[in-house]
């Protein structure tokens, strides 16, 4: 049972280190091109 219990961790580890390596660009780009300009605009205007 604990070897049954241990490959299911190490599944749902390797499926969350998958779904952080796939959404990572996807972070990246909404940090580059929508929160930059955001914060852009307030240092600008000051």
Same mark, same amino acid.
């Given at each position: 049972? +604990? !070897?049954?219990?241990? #490959?299911? !961790? @190490?599944?749902?580890? *390797?499926?969350? %280190?998958? @779904? @952080? =390596?796939?959404?990572?660009? *996807? %972070? #990246?780009? #909404?940090?580059?091109? %929508? @929160?930059?300009?955001?914060?852009?605009?307030? =240092?600008? +205007?000051?």
């Amino acid at each position: 049972m +604990s !070897q049954n219990n241990s #490959l299911k !961790q @190490a599944r749902e580890r *390797a499926v969350n %280190i998958t @779904a @952080a =390596v796939c959404l990572a660009p *996807a %972070i #990246l780009f #909404l940090v580059i091109f %929508i @929160a930059y300009p955001i914060v852009d605009s307030f =240092v600008m +205007s000051r």
